[in-house]
C-alpha cells in the first residue's frame, strides 16, 4: 500500500469504528452503562475544557512528560556509556538493569511520595525511573557494537578518547541508542500517567481518576481520548526524529 493510502486508511479507521461502536450501542449489542456512546464522549469535551480545566491539565502533563524525557535521555546515555566504556561492570549490570525493567514499578510509587512528597518531582523522578532501563540498556549495546574499523581509523589519525567518543563511537551508536530514547519516552509516560492516576495528582491521568470517581463514563473517555492523544503525539514526533537520524 502506498504512503498517501495507508495514510488515508488509518484517519479513516478511528471513525468507521466509532462509527459502528455508535450503532452497536443504540441497538443493544452493547450496554451503555458498560461503554457510553461516541457522539456523547465528544459532547463531553467541551464541558471538560471549561469547567475542568482540559487543555491546562493537558499541558500540565506535556511539561513533565518533556522534563521526564529530557532527564531520561541524559541519565540513561551516560549511564550506558559508562556501562560500555567499563565492560566487566556492564557485563554484570546488564541482567540486573533488564530484571529492573521487568519489574513492576508501578508498586513502588508510595516510596516516591516518602522521598519527595506529594508533588511534580516525585511524578518526574517517578517517570524517569520508569523510563531509565531501555536508554541504558540500548545506549551499552550501541556503543559496544560499533565496528572496529571505525576505531582504527580513529585510532591512526592520533585523536583523543573525548574526540573517539563524540566524533566516532556515538554517532555510530546513535541509530541503537535512539531506539532506547524512543522506548524510555513512552515507558516515562506511562509511569507518569499512572502515578498522576493513582494518586489524583494533577495533569490528565488526575482527572481520570477524578471523573471514575464520579462515574460519568462519557467525560472520563473524552479524558482518556486526551491521553491516547498525548502518547500518540509523543510517538510521532520520536518516530520522525528517529527517522531523520537513520
Known amino acids: 500500500m502506498r504512503p498517501s493510502g495507508a495514510l488515508v486508511t488509518g484517519i479513516i479507521t478511528p471513525f ?3 462509527y459502528l461502536l455508535e450503532l452497536a450501542i443504540g441497538a443493544g449489542l452493547i450496554s451503555r452503562f458498560a461503554v457510553p456512546f461516541p457522539s456523547d464522549v465528544l459532547a463531553a469535551i467541551p ?3 471549561r469547567d475542568n480545566n482540559l487543555l491546562g491539565r493537558f499541558a500540565s502533563t506535556l511539561g513533565m512528560a518533556s522534563l521526564a524525557g529530557l532527564l531520561i535521555c541524559t541519565l ?19 541482567p540486573l538493569v533488564g530484571a529492573f525493567a521487568a519489574s513492576p514499578m508501578v508498586l513502588a510509587y508510595a516510596l516516591f511520595l516518602v522521598f519527595f512528597g506529594r508533588n511534580f518531582v516525585a511524578a518526574v523522578a517517578f517517570a ?16 559496544s557494537t560499533v565496528r572496529p574499523v571505525f576505531l582504527n581509523v580513529g585510532r591512526s589519525l592520533g585523536i583523543s578518547s573525548r574526540q573517539m567518543f563524540f566524533k566516532i563511537e556515538l ?5 541503537t541508542i535512539f531506539t532506547g530514547v524512543r522506548l524510555g519516552f513512552v515507558f516515562g509516560l506511562i509511569h507518569l ?22 462515574y460519568n463514563p462519557p467525560a472520563t473517555m ?5 491521553v491516547i492523544g498525548l502518547s500518540a503525539m509523543v510517538f510521532f514526533v520520536l518516530e520522525r526524529a528517529q527517522r531523520w537520524i537513520r
Open 16 to 18: 468507521l469504528f466509532l
Open 47 to 49: 464541558g471538560l475544557v
Open 76 to 94: 540513561g546515555v551516560a549511564l550506558g556509556a559508562f556501562l560500555a566504556r567499563f565492560r566487566r561492570i556492564g557485563i554484570a549490570a546488564e
Open 128 to 143: 524517569v525511573v520508569g523510563g531509565l532501563p531501555p536508554v541504558i540498556l540500548k545506549t551499552r549495546e550501541g556503543l
Open 171 to 175: 554517532p555510530a551508536a546513535l541509530p
Open 193 to 214: 500517567i499512572a502515578f498522576e492516576f493513582l494518586l489524583n495528582f494533577g495533569g490528565l491521568g488526575g482527572l481520570v481518576a477524578e471523573l471514575a470517581e464520579l
Open 222 to 226: 473524552a479524558a482518556m481520548l486526551f
